[in-house]
């Protein structure tokens, strides 16, 4: 069962915010949700996740609305090296125990 | 820290072969799991281990066994190798069961032929 929906793909100017959003109405109270990366033909690289805050470190920043039922990854100046699949995943602490990878949105950051 | 490493980079086996996938990670995680890409499908949980002595399976297990004898070290075996196991895996870990922030290692590409 898909428990989260993103956008196929999307484009972002370099310099530019790139703002990737994701739907997950069915979250429940206890699910992280979480955000990876995949670069081509590298393993996937962990960007961030929260629970209900918002959350900001080096990378990035994750916005939660208020009823958790969405959420958005915010890379503040896009460059060409954030060209990636970004995934959004949720997740219980010791629920299921593993992240299950959706397909992902590809963004395109272009000069 | 060399963080979480696989070998090998490449390997092709013929249909019936047996060959062992090395994963280890110098972190002290707790949580290391086998994922598999494939063209269009995204990654998938194959197992999966919450510590030394203790794994179990993900979403596409049949076909692979793992063992966690050590926190460091987690091998995915196949046993008689198929052509729809022909994939890239990837290992991945992460401090413990509570928070899923894994490192991932590079990949192996492996073709069965």
């Known amino acids: 069962d898909a428990k989260t929906t993103q956008p196929t793909s999307m484009d972002c100017a370099e310099g530019r915010a790139a703002n990737l959003p994701c739907n997950h109405s069915t979250i429940s109270g206890n699910e992280y949700v979480y955000w990876y990366r995949q670069i081509h033909s590298q393993g996937p690289q962990y960007i961030i996740h929260g629970l209900k805050n918002n959350e900001t470190n080096e990378m990035a920043s994750l916005i939660i609305t208020e009823d958790r039922k969405s959420s958005t990854l915010i890379l503040p100046h896009a460059t060409l090296r954030d060209t990636a699949v970004y995934y959004c995943i949720v997740c219980a602490p010791r629920g299921t125990d593993k992240l299950i990878f959706g397909t992902g949105t590809r963004l395109q950051v272009f000069p | 820290n060399a963080g979480v490493t696989q070998t090998p980079k490449f390997q092709v086996l013929k249909t019936g072969q047996s060959m062992t996938l090395q994963c280890a990670q110098d972190?002290?995680?707790?949580?290391m799991s086998w994922y598999r890409q494939d063209p269009g499908m995204g990654l998938r949980l194959i197992h999966y281990?919450?510590?030394?002595?203790?794994?179990d399976q993900g979403e596409v297990p049949n076909g692979y066994n793992v063992s966690r004898s050590t926190t460091e070290d987690f091998p995915l075996r196949l046993l008689s190798a198929a052509p729809s196991q022909t994939s890239v895996y990837f290992c991945?870990?992460?401090?413990?069961?509570?928070?899923?922030?894994?490192?991932f290692g590079p990949g192996t590409r492996l073709t069965v032929t």
């Open positions: 281990s919450v510590g030394a002595g203790i794994t």
């Open positions: 991945a870990s992460s401090y413990n069961r509570d928070i899923l922030a894994q490192y």
């Open positions: 972190m002290n995680h707790e949580y």
